[in-house]
């Protein structure tokens, strides 16, 4: 199962770090650290199955001595490092063009130099680390100003770019863009997502970073605490998510009887529209052309007190020429007095 992991950190001289050695370890190589005279031999750690440079067309030894030879300051910050897990769904190839993919996508947008390692290609702790210097390249071999990835916020805000956190954010995202679209190429239905569970709306604990002390003290005594303790987080995360499969197929279900009582409502109510059309309303074949002295006169059809058309046995000519133009509608003796408002007793008698 594809899962989200990159952890990016600084290499900082007030912290101890060089960036020549951390070059050396990430490499396999041996690195001579020309500020400190320190020899860094790593050619022994096993498992760097790809490395390639990024940006520049020198040795990794000049790269690295160039970066800390550029920092004047004590605690100066000579290499910032990006490590990401690689999808073992993937195959060794697309590994290694997917981390080059983001090693190229660094160069570009920050100008800086990428040195790109991969550990354990093909395995199930595929990862890459993938180291950067501080200061843009120029022509590929010299470092000049420092990336805007490096700025103070006053500075950004200054320059109209983004927050130091929003860009971080963003470099997180792009991660997750490259990983999925190399899954969906590789014809893989599983996708990762940069943000944290919090961020998700999930309430699932995160895995913890086991790490390879862990793994080889649980390989040689069949117990290790971080690895028993991931183990019921990825156990929680299992049990976490058959629940959330459950709610969401609950939610199909009231939202089809929600929609099955809609559309049993507008049933009843279209066969109470129909019932009143079908008893309230006049034929069409009883409706007559009116008399040219109605037309004349614009009158309409007389209704008695309940607001129905009045039948008459007579004709218009009973009342004269002039019938159209009385102003109250015809009322019988018996609408008369009797009117809507008006209520009958048993015995079915006015009062």
Same mark, same amino acid.
């Given at each position: #199962?594809?899962?989200?992991?990159?952890?990016?950190?600084?290499?900082?001289?007030?912290?101890?770090?060089?960036?020549?050695?951390?070059?050396?370890?990430?490499?396999?190589?041996?690195?001579?650290?020309?500020?400190?005279?320190?020899?860094?031999?790593?050619?022994?750690?096993?498992?760097?199955?790809?490395?390639?440079?990024?940006?520049?067309?020198?040795?990794?030894?000049?790269?690295?001595?160039?970066?800390?030879?550029?920092?004047?300051?004590?605690?100066?910050?000579?290499?910032?490092?990006?490590?990401?897990?690689?999808?073992?769904?993937?195959?060794?190839?697309?590994?290694?063009?997917?981390?080059?993919?983001?090693?190229?996508?660094?160069?570009?947008?920050?100008?800086?130099?990428?040195?790109?390692?991969?550990?354990?290609?093909?395995?199930?702790?595929?990862?890459?680390?993938?180291?950067?210097?501080?200061? #843009?390249?120029?022509?590929?071999?010299?470092?000049?100003?420092?990336?805007?990835?490096?700025?103070?916020?006053?500075?950004?805000?200054?320059?109209?770019?983004?927050?130091?956190?929003?860009?971080?954010?963003?470099?997180?995202?792009?991660?997750?863009?490259?990983?999925?679209?190399?899954?969906?190429?590789?014809?893989?239905?599983?996708?990762?997502?940069?943000?944290?569970?919090?961020?998700?709306?999930?309430?699932?604990?995160?895995?913890?970073?086991?790490?390879?002390?862990?793994?080889?003290?649980?390989?040689?005594?069949?117990?290790?605490?971080?690895?028993?303790?991931?183990?019921?987080?990825?156990?929680?995360?299992?049990?976490?998510?058959?629940?959330?499969?459950?709610?969401?197929?609950?939610?199909?279900?009231?939202?089809?009887?929600?929609?099955?009582?809609?559309?049993?409502?507008?049933?009843?109510?279209?066969?109470?529209?129909?019932?009143?059309?079908?008893?309230?309303?006049?034929?069409?074949?009883?409706?007559?052309?009116?008399?040219?002295?109605?037309?004349?006169?614009?009158?309409?059809?007389?209704?008695?007190?309940?607001?129905?058309?009045?039948?008459?046995?007579?004709?218009?000519?009973?009342?004269?020429?002039?019938?159209?133009?009385?102003?109250?509608?015809?009322?019988?003796?018996?609408?008369?007095?009797?009117?809507?408002?008006?209520?009958?007793?048993?015995?079915?008698?006015?009062?």
């Amino acid at each position: #199962m594809a899962i989200y992991h990159q952890h990016i950190k600084a290499i900082q001289r007030s912290k101890g770090k060089s960036a020549v050695a951390a070059a050396a370890y990430r490499s396999a190589s041996l690195l001579r650290d020309k500020r400190t005279g320190e020899v860094h031999d790593y050619t022994k750690k096993e498992r760097v199955d790809f490395s390639s440079i990024i940006g520049w067309l020198d040795t990794r030894e000049a790269l690295w001595n160039t970066a800390e030879s550029t920092e004047k300051r004590k605690d100066a910050t000579t290499a910032r490092e990006y490590e990401v897990s690689l999808p073992i769904e993937l195959h060794d190839y697309q590994q290694q063009s997917l981390a080059t993919q983001y090693g190229l996508w660094l160069h570009k947008e920050y100008g800086v130099v990428v040195d790109l390692n991969i550990h354990n290609i093909g395995s199930l702790n595929s990862h890459a680390h993938i180291l950067t210097t501080t200061r #843009m390249v120029e022509n590929e071999r010299t470092l000049t100003d420092k990336s805007p990835r490096e700025w103070s916020g006053t500075r950004r805000v200054k320059a109209g770019l983004i927050s130091r956190k929003l860009d971080l954010i963003a470099a997180r995202e792009k991660w997750a863009q490259l990983c999925n679209t190399a899954l969906k190429d590789a014809g893989h239905d599983e996708r990762i997502d940069h943000r944290t569970y919090a961020d998700q709306g999930i309430l699932i604990p995160p895995q913890i970073h086991v790490g390879v002390h862990a793994l080889a003290e649980h390989k040689k005594t069949g117990s290790s605490e971080r690895v028993e303790k991931n183990d019921e987080i990825i156990a929680r995360q299992k049990k976490a998510r058959e629940l959330i499969q459950e709610k969401e197929l609950l939610q199909n279900q009231i939202s089809l009887l929600k929609f099955h009582q809609f559309l049993l409502h507008s049933k009843l109510n279209s066969e109470k529209i129909n019932y009143y059309v079908a008893h309230f309303s006049i034929p069409e074949n009883d409706i007559k052309e009116p008399s040219t002295t109605a037309k004349k006169n614009h009158q309409q059809a007389q209704l008695n007190a309940w607001g129905f058309p009045i039948e008459h046995s007579h004709s218009a000519d009973e009342y004269g020429p002039d019938w159209g133009a009385i102003d109250e509608p015809f009322i019988t003796e018996e609408d008369y007095l009797y009117t809507p408002d008006m209520e009958i007793d048993h015995d079915d008698k006015l009062y």
